[in-house]
């Protein structure tokens, strides 16, 4: 199985847990890590450019790319958060490719095949990750967005948001 196989966004979403008996659970471990604040200076976000499937473990890769280029800062200078969720239950039809298979397998008869992962579906312009962070450390967090961009499996970019303090938003409407 390659991950390449399943990359490419084909037909209906098979989603349904109800009528996939045995079909996993999506690998991403955590779907935010640090501190939530409402404080922080900057949010940055990893954007998808192509419409694609992402495996769950391709998102835990991504995941764990950029927690590890901001685990410098402590748990409490920053908020990573994935955004996109694995639905798509994904079926793999197995195939035994040695010598006496002939007999083993029944070839197209049956091809629904069994559920073998997770994947997130996503189109140009969604969100995969956001990262909010103090001013100070927005060397970091965009180091940690490329690296989350690329365990991917599609071109992606960063945007930057300049988040507005609350008081600053308080003291304009009076």
């Known amino acids: 199985m390659h991950g390449k196989n399943y990359r490419v966004i084909k037909g209906m979403a098979y989603t349904s847990k109800k009528y996939a008996p045995g079909a996993p659970n999506p690998k991403v471990a955590r779907f935010t890590t640090g501190k939530n604040r409402p404080d922080y200076d900057v949010k940055l976000s990893l954007v998808s450019d192509g419409r694609v499937q992402i495996r ?92 989350a961009g690329t365990k991917l499996p599609m071109k992606t970019h960063t945007e930057i948001v300049e988040r507005q303090k609350a008081a600053a938003s308080a003291a304009q409407v009076s």
Not at 84 to 89: K, L
């Open 56 to 147: 769950s473990n391709a998102l835990e890769a991504a995941r764990v790319a950029a927690s590890k280029k901001v685990a410098i800062l402590t748990e409490e200078q920053f908020c990573l958060r994935v955004v996109t969720y694995p639905f798509s239950i994904l079926r793999e039809n197995k195939m035994i490719a040695t010598a006496g298979a002939d007999r083993l397998q029944e070839g197209m008869r049956k091809a629904f095949g069994k559920p073998i992962g997770m994947a997130a579906r996503v189109g140009i312009g969604s969100v995969i990750l956001e990262l909010s962070v103090m001013k100070e450390n927005l060397d970091k967090a965009k180091l940690a967005m490329w690296a």
